[in-house]
């Protein structure tokens, strides 16, 4: 697991504050705007840097301390940029009902990551999942964008092949 | 002619997006339509595929995209070939009652005719006819209860809110649906959305709210993306906005989408997230009907309670009410997942039991070894052995079993699972998803495990149970809300049902 403290800073952007400041502006008038405004950062810039937190706080007159809360307490949230290609294993009860567990092994075995990991060679990033709502089609695997159902070993093999 | 394939993201899982391109591409140049539909429930034959026919929709499944020539071939555009023959003459489908999904699975999720031509709207226009205080009264007749788990009357919490005085007023539909084995919020968003729009403005006209909210989880993108498309077809259809149905009356709706805690499922930790803060659980008394979203009078309801009033508005409360067992009324949507050969959406009226649910509708285990636990209601519900099968679905009964009925999910276990194992991972669930305000919850859940361990390592095994009881007992009592609190259940449940598994 990476940690902030072990983390490696993440090199600072051009242009960067300015387009998070441009984001959390234009979704500020919002109720409750912190959140879609986290998420818009992350989809657009990839995930949500420490120097990003400022940004957002001074835009919606909020402390450091209490974004910062914020973007900590839900697991969405990266802190780092991914790899190239997101894979994330469902491990609740419906899933591993039908082998979740042995295939988040597998997945860890093949990708080379732990859970919340990124492969050294940046190609993918391994996360687990608390139910994608396919529990009657298990074990459920998101590829990316996609979802897959009744996944193997095998078949997470040719998804992975695929992603390369 | 038309066929019909599913885009609900469980078919997609398997496959329904190639066999559909497969079909236009085998069908370019003849009058074909391929209407992609919300998916019926019956989720072992998806992709299903149904074409049109003077008797009615024909049923092709599970077909993979490299079947699709074959069928064709053999006739499928004309109904043809080896088919499951009618699909609403289904024995699955024959035996359920559907009211809440009437249409899902039917007809075009986005299409605002569809709706109108399948009885959507009706509800609403009868609601608008009514006082508000009226529509509030025929919930409380119908019997309607929360379906998100809490099973609290729903009538009566409009009448709350309602009787709130207040210049802004809220609904908020709790679509957090992050319980594993329960996935009917989901299919009825991304199969029949207007549905939700309109059980939503229902509830706004009763109660006098301007706003709403739906806070939907974000491991349903699919969904999230059907309801934004549906929301914003719903403005020109005079279904949104300053004047709906030219009422004079006004309402808007907007989507929020989680950020990954199962924690934002509670109703008042999705309440402060919403708001933008860190989902941390409430203590209530304030309750949400006085003082919820931005401290507002708000109506805080789940998916399916929002959904099926449209259809008790249109049938009457008294037809609703008609359906069900004891204080159980109307109908609920079952879900059947896990180890089950024939998983899917199960809508009947209380009072089925949950035998007959995992043997005659589930057919057993998809392995095909013996059925040997159930959980019912999620990763807080109770593990149930086989013996217990004759439990009615009902909200008391499963109370009175030490169990819960919950949002309706039914996850199956074969003769291999390790029921230390699973008890093991309640507490796990519960330390990585606790929101961490209140002691049982935050420090219980990882006593849990820690006992847990000890327990099937075989240091002190009586002494730990004891104090693995004793916890469950505290944080039972002791916990700020039913994440804490109910974590014991499967716990306790699987510790009496299948104690032989906490062995060394």
Redesign the interface.
Known sequence: MTSEVVAAAPVPVPGRAQRVREIAGELRG???????I??AVQEELGYVAQDDVAVIADVLNLSVA?VH??VT?????RRAAPGRTTVAVCQ???????GAVELADYARLRTGCGFGETSADGRFTLDE??????????P?VQVG??????VSPARLDALLGEAR | MKIFVSRD??A???GADEVAERIAAQTQGLDVEIVRTGSRGM??L?PLVEVETAAGRVGYGAAAPEDVDGLIAAGMLAGEGESLGLVEELPWMRRQERLTFKRVGVIDPLSAEDYEAHGGTSGLRKALAMTPADVVEAVVESGLRGRGGAGFPTGIKWRTVLGAESDLKFVCCNAD???????A???LIEGDPFTLIEGMTIAAYAVGATEG?VYLR?????AVATLKAAIERAHPAGWLGPDIHGSGFGFDL?V???????ICGEETSMLE???????MVRAKPPIPALEGL?GRPTVVNNVLSLATVPAILTHGAKTYADYGSGRSRGTSVF??????AH??IVETAFGITLGELVNDFGGGT??GRPTRAV?VGG?LGAYLPVEQFDLPMDYEAFAQAGAMVGHG?I????DT?DMAA?AR?AFE?CA??SCGKCTPCRVGAVRGVETIDRIVAGTERDKNLVVLEDLCELMTDGSLCAMGGLTPMPVRSAVRHFGEDFTA
């Not at chain 2, 649906?177 to 996935?183: A, I, L, N, P, R």
């Not at chain 2, 996850?411 to 074969?414: G, I, M, Q, Y």
Request: charged share 20%; glycine share 16%.
């Open positions: 919002l109720r409750g705007a912190l959140i879609p986290l998420h209490e809360g914020v307490f839900y697991k969405d949230f609740a009860e419906a899933c591993r009902a039908v999942v608390f139910c994608f709502g396919n529990c009657a089609l298990g459920a964008e996609k979802l897959h159902g009744r | 993201s469980a997609r899982s398997v989720l072992w998806e649906e992050g319980d594993s084995g329960t996935f919020d989901r299919m909210y974000s491991e349903y993108p699919d907007h929020r989408v989680g950020a990954g805690a199962y997230s919403l708001e933008g803060k860190r989902g931005f879900q059947l997942g896990g180890n089950v998983g899917g998809a392995s959980q990763p999910g996850v199956v276990f074969d699972v699973m991972f669930f990585a998803e």
